[in-house]
């Protein structure tokens, strides 16, 4: 399953956010999502550590399953600027970051993905 731009809706504005960057705040629907896997905690990670390396422009949030293995993750999908040089060394000190902060076992239950503009 891809997190193409064509599958991401943008999200309106919730003054309860907390740890997104400004202007970026999650649906109803990202937040029962949350709630559901209970990842508002690696979504406010996941958050300060997009702004610390990246800088985004637009952030998109997406729920995701696979019904064969019968996972669901959020997505998210960042809008930065850079040379694909620059984002994937930003990526991987972000990837270090967020591996050193997140439990393994739940890893994978918020995944980032950059889209260059």
Same mark, same amino acid.
């Given at each position: 399953? !891809?997190?193409?731009?064509?599958?991401? %809706?943008? =999200?309106? #504005? /919730?003054? #309860?956010?907390? *740890? +997104?960057?400004? *202007?970026?705040?999650? !649906?109803?629907?990202?937040?029962?999502?949350?709630?559901?896997? *209970?990842?508002?905690?690696?979504?406010?990670? +996941?958050?300060?550590?997009?702004? &610390? /390396?990246?800088?985004?422009?637009?952030? /998109?949030?997406?729920?995701? /399953?696979?019904?064969?293995?019968?996972?669901? @993750?959020?997505?998210?999908? #960042?809008?930065?600027? $850079?040379?694909?040089?620059?984002?994937? %060394? &930003?990526? +991987? +000190?972000?990837?270090?970051? @967020?591996?050193?902060? =997140?439990?393994?076992?739940?890893? $994978?239950?918020?995944?980032?993905?950059?889209?260059?503009?």
């Amino acid at each position: 399953m !891809s997190l193409g731009t064509e599958a991401l %809706t943008p =999200v309106v #504005a /919730h003054p #309860a956010d907390q *740890g +997104a960057p400004a *202007g970026e705040p999650m !649906s109803a629907e990202v937040r029962e999502v949350c709630d559901r896997l *209970g990842i508002h905690d690696l979504v406010a990670i +996941a958050l300060r550590l997009i702004e &610390k /390396h990246f800088q985004p422009e637009q952030l /998109h949030y997406e729920p995701l /399953h696979d019904p064969d293995e019968d996972n669901e @993750w959020l997505g998210i999908r #960042a809008i930065v600027r $850079g040379s694909v040089e620059e984002v994937l %060394t &930003k990526d +991987a +000190a972000c990837s270090r970051e @967020w591996r050193e902060l =997140v439990p393994m076992d739940r890893l $994978g239950l918020v995944r980032i993905v950059f889209g260059i503009r």
